[in-house]
């Protein structure tokens, strides 16, 4: 058992442990965005703001069911870290077993059900007429690779529930760099359109996937499991099934309020929808620290509940919104001062207004990163303490607050409003997460000391 390579969160100090294992995590949410913000700068550059709008304006339905996919596979990883806790590998690798069966069936389900139904959803959601060829075109390459993001997400929320955040990080970086390359290889010397820019998404992270599945299992003898651990367990099917299901639900409904709001921006026509495009890009790039504090709340929550220390949990609670409250007035200073030049870099000076309303964008969305430091905190905290059922709940009060900007603002007072969307989406959130948390820290104290 190659226990060096994991990392036990309930013993030390909550703030280096969480630093020292977000950290990592950062740099594999910032690889990842990278190659996500080279897909849209080489786009927008070499193929116009047609296309970047096209690309654009799958943004919320990609993140609809990408988001699923993700959701599932980071709720699956919450009982592995649960039994890592626990000292109980046995137990964990049984989990591990059933896990890998359920994402391969949600794949294949999944990616047939997109594939068929990709042109009606682009139909319903008022794309553009010049622009939804090349959205379908892009859209469903990334629907055939619905395989791949399980892969990856599945083996590295594995990982991460040992504690080693940063093996599925090396993979991303090699990932990124392979991205950027079939980037200018498909759009620039083939000619492919936008549909090399999916291409290379999907080839790179397969690449990312195949390349943690390998190491996993030549590195992490913890894993390796014995025959009766390799079971279908339908007792372990439902707990994991309680578990990814109502986190992939949480993103998939944030994303419906999102669906709703890209439908209004693109009834604004394509400027507006390169300008939201190029805005959400970046703001992506910059909110990845928040990600990274979430991902490492849900295993440092799963393992301090799992080894019953639930004063941890606050401790760690406390040391998170400090990192995540500090780097929101970062950032808010940045986009400041540099929000045009970073709009700047998508479609250079050829559309100032495209530009501008990016800038704009960002502003307004920075301006509220302390509520969205909260949102990831808290919610993924929750989740990974063992009640992802909140996060349901906590997705409906982001979706009810787009759809209602997106109905109701935006035909009114147009673009600004829709970039008020998010902003009100996390203050909503985080109205209902905090008596959430309180709530199941209570629960959990019942349930761990009776």
């Known amino acids: 058992m190659t226990k060096d390579m994991t990392k036990d969160m309930t013993n030390g100090s909550p703030m280096k442990l969480i630093l020292g294992f977000s950290v990592p995590l950062l740099f594999g949410f910032l690889f990842q965005q990278f190659y996500n913000l080279m897909d849209t700068l080489i786009v927008g550059r070499f193929l116009g703001v047609d296309d970047l709008a096209a690309v654009g304006s799958t943004g919320s339905v990609n993140f609809l069911i990408i988001g699923f996919c993700m959701g599932v596979c980071n709720g699956f990883a919450i009982p592995l870290a649960h039994k ?42 008022r794309t553009p007429e010049n622009i939804i060829d090349g959205a379908y075109r892009y859209i469903v390459i990334i629907f055939w690779g619905i395989p791949v993001t399980y892969l990856y997400n599945l083996v590295s929320g594995i990982i991460r529930s040992m504690g080693d955040s940063r093996t599925p990080v090396v993979f991303l970086v090699i990932a990124a760099v392979i991205n950027i390359g079939l980037d200018l290889f498909f759009i620039v010397v083939l000619g492919t359109g936008v549909e090399g820019a999916a291409w290379a998404t999907v080839i790179s992270q397969l690449i990312s996937g195949v390349g943690c599945l390998i190491y996993s299992i030549r590195h992490f003898e913890i894993l390796h499991p014995e025959k009766e651990e390799m079971q279908v367990n339908k007792t372990y099917m439902m707990t994991l099934c309680g578990m990814g299901v109502p986190m992939g639900l949480q993103y998939s409904i944030t994303a419906i309020g999102s669906v709703i709001l890209q439908s209004a921006v693109n009834s604004l026509g394509s400027h507006a929808v390169a300008a939201m495009t190029a805005g959400s890009k970046i703001g992506m790039f910059f909110c990845c620290p928040f990600d990274a504090l979430g991902s490492t ?11 019953k220390k639930l004063d941890r949990v606050s401790e760690g609670l406390k040391a998170a919104s400090i990192l995540g409250c500090a ?11 540099f929000r045009g030049t970073l709009a700047g870099f998508f479609v250079g000076t050829a559309a100032p207004e495209v530009v501008s309303n990016a800038g704009l964008f960002l502003l307004i969305n920075s301006a509220f990163y302390i509520p969205l430091a909260f949102v990831n905190i808290v919610r993924f905290l929750i989740q990974g303490m063992g009640y992802s059922k909140f996060a349901i709940l906590a997705g409906v009060f982001e979706m009810v607050a787009r759809t209602l900007v997106g109905f109701a603002f935006v035909p009114v007072f147009g673009y600004v409003a829709a970039c008020f969307a998010s902003p009100v989406a996390w203050i909503f959130a985080d109205a209902f997460l905090f ?10 104290k019942k349930m761990l000391y009776k």
């Open 84 to 125: 890592f806790g626990a000292g109980d590998y046995k137990g964990m690798r049984g989990f591990m077993m059933n896990a890998i069966y359920l994402s391969a069936i949600f794949a294949v389900v999944m990616t047939i059900v997109t594939v068929i139904f990709c042109m009606p959803i682009l139909e319903l959601m």
């Open 297 to 307: 709340m849900a295993t440092y929550g799963g393992q301090n509940v799992g080894a």
């Open 327 to 337: 780097y929101a007035v970062l950032a808010f200073v940045i986009m400041i001062f």
């Open 435 to 444: 008596p959430a948390y309180f709530h199941v820290l209570k629960k959990t």
